[in-house]
């Protein structure tokens, strides 16, 4: 490099304090804390990456229906599930959506049902949960909303729409506020689908709405759901109502 | 004016319900259907020059001829796991006239002699999934769907999967993946599905919008549809106009009408009479097309030519008061985010592109970041087993081809402002030589 290059600026983007790393875990002066850039957000270094694994024990195997109790109902619907499938494995998706309807999670007790009634290793039923956006492996709030934030959405405003939702619900023990890629009905946008219900075009009022609507068990925001908007074009409306 | 075939008065209340779609002539295409020799049927949607509607374009008439003859288990999967950004056409359909899907899934079965056939509709629609499983119950007992179907002697098993959440599988092969109970993750191809394709059995698979056209080709004869639209691309296509525009939403449109007719006269144009930066005619994976590209006809071919491509029918119209910068972050990090890992050049390429536009914005970037940044998007595109870093990389490329005075200008603001100093000319021009 030559003479002309100015000279670096410290650059800012870990905060005043900058901490040495010792093994990717930041150490600042007063102890070891989380780094405060969100690094590896996808790939290998999801939350749970490094979760222990007891390795003294034996692989998990297919769980014994005689020690391992499986609720009635969540058994019955498991099998029907497998039983619309000329292979038994496909009700894999199926049964995770049952069990965690039934358990509010994939909770490792969950993912033993399924797996001891499908036949399965939960090793098997884990890797498919793990997945798929709509399995937590978490224990989560009852109350899904998940806000798009995808390319549509964010043009009209679906960014500021999650702020303020999280803003709204920090630490709320039955909802639980996610930013979500494109759920398809950009033509609501800015969107969300609050327990399956799509509602928009939403604006930063409708926020205080859905989170009232929700506590108080009331359909959520009537008038902005999406199952009563018609067709944009007009040329296709029928002759008479509303859907 | 456009015949309207798929969305021909689809608000009508009730048109759910088989009752309501049967008053207006529903299952008549079937019932006109197995009058005729199954080989009949994959004629007339040849001769109807019907091209997939989900996003590669595929003639659905050849796709079906691929099929081997035989009696081994054939299996359909109707892919309704619509999510690629921009994308809505199918949720209306099934929401709305789930009756018309079922109807083209039963006519395409018996035409190419399946008999179990799947649709995988995203587990985020659950009124559309609500719907369809409704109507599902009702062409059962109506004996549409079961055993010996109108006398025909053909079986049919039709099963709703609802999946949970992952883009990949609305690719073809990630989707069988799925389906079998596995991880979403792609499979090399060849073999095709149409070979070797779920339980290792052939299987067609297609686009709701696709199959639910079928109803309607058979009903006006396969050479009649030809007659709509261009010679190449024939017929009706449902476009999804989102983002700035006054009225967005679906509209049927014949294909080969101006790009400007659906954007301005249709969805209204951009609010406050601004200015469109830029568009993407097919979905966010499609490269993207500027407001000098407004007067091209909206169809498969011109679309190609144009550099770009038809896509899913998705038109995602950005304004001048928007920055591209933020658009291409938004792009990158969907496709990061949904990337499986299965292939190295997706998994790398699309996170480092994420980084570098991060880069950009926190005025750590130089412009040969630009150049840098381009030529990861030419070593994804054709080296993955399935199309979705190429989704990040047509339009990212494009972006960077067509907007690079405004991403320079981007990077000397956000130099700038971060005090990283100003661009000497050594640092504009960078040691792009001894790097590559």
Redesign the interface.
């Known amino acids: ?2 003479a ?6 410290p ?3 870990l905060g005043a304090e900058r901490p040495t790393t010792f093994a990717g875990v930041a150490i600042f002066a007063d102890g070891i804390k989380p780094t405060p850039v969100p690094r590896y ?3 290998s270094r999801v939350p749970g990456w490094d979760d222990a694994v007891d390795l003294t024990k034996p692989p998990a195997t297919i769980p014994d229906p005689a020690t391992t109790p499986v609720p009635e109902s969540l058994r019955t619907a498991i099998e029907a599930a497998m039983a ?4 038994r ?6 049964a ?2 049952l069990a965690q309807q039934h358990h509010g999670w994939c909770s490792p007790e969950a993912i033993v049902q399924v797996a001891c009634v499908m036949r399965l290793t939960p090793a098997y039923l884990t ?2 949960a793990s ?5 937590s492996l978490r224990p989560k709030p009852p109350h899904d909303v ?1 806000v798009c ?4 959405c ?3 405003g679906g960014d500021e729409i999650h702020e303020r939702m999280v803003e709204l619900v920090h630490d709320h023990p039955d909802l639980n506020v996610c930013s ?10 800015p969107m969300a ?1 609050v327990d ?3 509602v928009g075009p939403l604006n930063l009022e409708d926020c205080e709405q859905i989170a009232a609507d929700l506590e108080a068990g009331r359909p959520v925001l009537e008038h902005k759901q ?2 009563f908007r ?4 007009p ?9 | ?2 015949t ?1 075939l798929l ?9 759910y319900t088989r009752a309501v779609y049967e008053r207006r002539g529903g299952y008549s295409a079937l019932r006109k259907a197995v009058g005729m020799p199954p080989a009949a049927v994959i004629q007339e949607i040849s001769d109807s020059g019907l091209r997939g509607r989900g996003g590669a374009g595929f003639r659905m008439g050849q796709k079906a001829s691929f099929l081997p003859k035989g009696d081994m ?1 054939k299996y359909l999967t109707c892919n309704a796991d ?7 056409k ?3 359909i099934m ?2 006239c789930p009756h018309m899907l079922i109807e083209g899934i039963i006519i395409a079965c018996y035409g190419a002699a399946i008999n ?1 056939a799947f649709i995988y509709i ?6 559309q999934g609500d719907m369809l499983e409704g109507a599902i119950a009702e062409a059962y007992e109506a004996g549409y769907l079961g055993e010996n179907i109108l006398g025909t002697g053909h079986h049919l098993e039709l ?1 709703l ?7 990949i599988c609305g690719e073809e092969t990630g989707l069988l993946d ?7 993750n792609p499979r090399l191809k060849p073999p095709f599905p149409a070979v070797q394709g779920l ?1 290792q059995g052939p299987t067609l698979i297609n686009n709701v919008e696709t199959l639910a056209t079928v109803p309607a080709i058979i009903n006006m004869g396969g050479k009649d549809y030809a007659q709509i639209g261009t010679a190449t691309s024939t017929g009706t296509k449902l476009v ?1 106009v ?3 525009v006054q ?6 449109i014949e294909l080969g009408t101006p790009s400007r007719e659906i954007i301005y006269d ?2 209204g144009g951009p609010p406050g009479g601004h200015e469109i930066k830029l568009w993407f005619p097919g979905g ?1 994976s499609s490269p993207v097309l500027t407001k000098d590209d407004l007067d091209l006809p909206y169809d498969f071919d011109t679309m190609a030519k144009a550099g770009s491509m038809l896509g899913s029918g ?1 038109i ?1 119209v ?1 304004d001048e008061t ?1 920055r591209v910068l ?2 291409a972050i ?2 990158a990090k ?1 496709y ?6 299965k292939c190295v050049p997706c ?1 790398e390429g699309t ?1 480092w592109t994420v980084k570098m536009l991060r880069r950009i914005e ?1 005025g ?1 970037a130089t412009p040969m970041d630009l150049d840098l940044m381009a030529s990861v998007q030419t070593l994804i595109i054709g080296n993955c087993l399935c199309v979705l870093g190429d989704a990040m990389a047509m339009p990212i490329g494009s972006i960077v081809e067509k907007f690079r005075p405004e991403l320079e200008a981007e990077i000397e603001a956000a130099r700038e402002r ?5 661009l ?4 504009a021009v960078g040691v792009t030589d001894s790097v590559f």
């Open positions: 490099m030559s002309t290059r100015p000279p670096r600026q650059q800012q983007t957000q996808h790939g619309k499938y000329p292979d494995r496909s009700a894999a998706i199926p995770l959506h890797s498919v997945f798929y956006d709509m399995f998940y934030t995808n390319i549509t964010s043009l009209l979500f890629e494109c759920l398809g009905a950009c033509d609501i946008g689908s399956g219900e799509y999406l199952r018609r067709c944009a074009d040329r296709s409306h029928g002759d008479e109502g509303q859907l | 004016m456009t309207l969305f021909d008065k689809i608000d009508e209340p009730g048109l288990p619509e999510s690629e950004p921009g994308t809505f199918d949720r209306e929401q709305k179990t995203r587990g985020e629609y659950v009124l099963v999967h609802r999946g949970a959440g992952a883009y799925s389906l079998e109970g596995k991880r979403g339980y999804s989102s983002g700035d009225r967005p939403g679906n509209y049927e249709l969805a966010s998705a995602i950005v928007h933020d658009v938004k792009l969907f990061a985010h949904e990337s499986c890992g998994r996170n926190s750590e971060a005090g990283t100093g100003p000497t000319d050594e640092l």
